[in-house]
């Protein structure tokens, strides 16, 4: 349940409209290094939230979104009853979740460069694929 949730927040996070109202104190100079379980989901994706400037709230929030996640995480990793493959998709479930919510944090502004270098990224994949050659069978 918790990775079909995180997949529906992937998935809705970058379709996400304007309209929806976040806070758009003053933004300072504070930015989060992305956790470790950000990391996960690979590089290219933890490098979407990368030189943002958060508000002191906005930083709370993000702290207690990684460490929430980071506790979720600990449990499945070390629940006995999951083999590899399940411990995997939980947690990057959890990293996904974890995306999600900390997009909802986000100025409408933040939004919109977070959208950007979402579109930048999957330009570039796009371009890295078409200069593949062809697997041959």
Known sequence: ?????????????????????????????????PSGSQMKMGPSASDDFAGLAYTDDQKAAIDKIHQETKSHQEMVAKDEKLNADQK???????????YGQIYRQLTPEQKRQVQQKIRARRAEDEAAKRKQPPTQR
Do not use: K
Not at 6 to 19: D, E, K, N, Q
């Open 1 to 33: 349940m918790a990775v079909a949730a995180g997949f529906f927040f992937l998935c809705l996070a970058p379709g996400l409209t304007r309209a929806q109202s976040v806070s758009t104190a003053p933004t300072q100079t504070h930015t989060v290094a």
């Open 88 to 98: 995997d998709a939980m947690i990057l479930g959890y990293t996904r979740l974890e």
